[in-house]
């Protein structure tokens, strides 16, 4: 029988060191600080072991996490407390209309799920996104497309927002090379 996703991503968890070390907020994340709120409420989408949703959380909103994995959940939890996690898969969690400050995905691509963002936002709600871009195949060649942005998608996934700040570049990361990502910082005006 194939693994399911949450099987999957429970095994990397556990078994892949690089996982067991608190990864706090990603360098992206971090640029686009004047722009973050500092009050109401945020989702982070696939929110993994939490470094992301921890940092907004001592900024001062609350954080609402999502993810597929109990592992990383539970990790998330001792960490940052002050979170509410729901292990879910995103696929299937229906998010209200106008309701979110900022939401923010990193490296998590699901088209149906991105979909929803901009009305899940409130009117002046802040949207974060960044993940791998077609070009991770000459690294990776196995990675399948439908996980990888192509050029310009990101952006235009997103063109009924006010686009802020848009990027395509390769970055240096916390692995041991460079990683070709697509990065947006929108409004919804
Ligand atoms: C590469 S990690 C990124 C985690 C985190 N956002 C970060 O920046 O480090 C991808 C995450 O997506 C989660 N995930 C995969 N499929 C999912 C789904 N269908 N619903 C919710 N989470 C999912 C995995 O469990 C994993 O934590």
Known sequence: MPQSDAERWNTRYQNDARYHRDPGPREFLLSCEPYLPTRGLALDAATGLGGNAGYLSK??????????????????????PALWLVQADLCHFPLPANRFDLIINF???????????????????????????????RIQPDIPEEYLLAPGELRELFSGLKVLHYREEWIEGSGSHPRPVASLLAVKV
């Open 59 to 80: 900024r001062g909103l609350q954080v609402i996490g999502v993810d597929i994995s109990m592992v990383a959940l539970r990790r998330a939890r001792m960490r940052y």
């Open 107 to 137: 490296y998590y691509l699901e088209r149906s799920v991105w979909r929803d963002f901009p009305r899940a936002l409130r009117p002046g709600g802040v949207l974060v996104v960044e993940t791998l871009t077609r070009e991770m195949r």
